[in-house]
């Protein structure tokens, strides 16, 4: 079993040195997506924020940011990371804060965490809840069903200093849910090597159950965009002002999946 650290520190050394995510450019992106539907949007709360690292790059582009987060070690080191942030400890399925927000996302496929369609409904009302009239949300989903191919072996390593990281990662498919286990090898001089292993557990919904819960949560001017930096697109969705008529939602890409 890994040491709390471990897991916050592996995770960056994973992402940002081994997989090369670069959070700067994708917060740069968010940024401007949100400003496009919402030009005066000046609040983000980013919810399964992890260690925050986008709100570490969003901070600098909206006057108010906060982030939430399940796991105690990625909360700890996001609210290190993030000086004078509020990071809730708190579950996307049901949360409450006291105040809402020009734009809340759920991003790198959080979402998948949500382990029916019931807890997916439930995450988009909670969602939904904490934005104000005319405010964006911006959803990352995992993969749909027909998306996800599971078996290969993913290979990660990465170094930093004195540490040195290793990572494998093989998933399985079984119904509507993927499985993805993964072993770290942590090296450091010093401390020697340690070795854990973390299951993760994500939902394949498909397109027409993401956008059945956006709906249902009241947004509307639901949208499908391009992906960043994969082949997986990323979903924007409005909280209609009162009063205002807003444009039907498209049909989702694949229309079974
Ligand atoms: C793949 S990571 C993404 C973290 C971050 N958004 C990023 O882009 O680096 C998924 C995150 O979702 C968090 N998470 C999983 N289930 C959650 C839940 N029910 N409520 C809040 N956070 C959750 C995990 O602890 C983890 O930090």
């Known amino acids: ?21 670069n959070y700067r450019r ?29 709100l570490s790059h969003l ?16 909360r700890t080191a996001a609210a290190a990371r993030l000086d004078g942030i509020a990071v809730h400890a708190g579950d996307m399925r049901d949360f409450r804060l006291t105040r809402t ?12 965490y949500a382990r029916s369609v019931h807890e997916l409904h439930q995450t988009l009302d909670c969602l939904a809840a904490h934005l104000e009239p005319g405010g964006v949300l911006l959803l990352e989903p995992w993969f749909t069903p027909s998306q996800f ?34 072993h770290y090898l942590l090296g450091e001089t010093g401390t020697g090597i340690r070795h854990w292993t973390e299951e ?16 249902q949560a009241g947004l509307r001017n639901v949208e499908w965009l391009p992906g960043w930096h994969d082949q ?20 989702p890409p694949g229309s079974t999946s």
């Open 232 to 251: 997986r697109p990323r979903i924007a969705a409005i909280k209609p002002r009162p009063g205002r008529s807003h444009a039907a939602a498209p049909k």
């Open 59 to 74: 901070r600098d582009s909206f006057a108010h940011v906060e982030g939430l987060e399940l796991s105690n070690p990625m």
């Open 149 to 182: 191919i599971a078996g290969p072996v993913d290979i990660g390593a990465a170094a930093d200093g004195q540490r040195h990281l290793a990572r494998m990662c093989v998933s399985r498919h079984t119904g509507t849910t993927s499985t993805l286990t993964m």
């Open 26 to 54: 994708e917060a740069h992106d968010i940024a401007v997506l949100i400003r496009q539907r919402h030009p005066t949007a000046d609040s983000l709360l980013d919810v399964a924020c992890g260690t925050g690292l986008h």
């Open 200 to 215: 993760h557990t994500l939902t394949l919904f498909t397109n027409e159950q993401y956008l059945h819960a956006i709906q």
């Open 101 to 112: 927000f020009s734009a809340v996302t759920c991003l790198f496929s959080a979402i998948g």
């Open 1 to 21: 079993m890994a040491h709390d650290q471990d897991l916050a520190s592996a995770y960056e050394l994973i992402y940002t040195v081994a997989a090369g995510k």
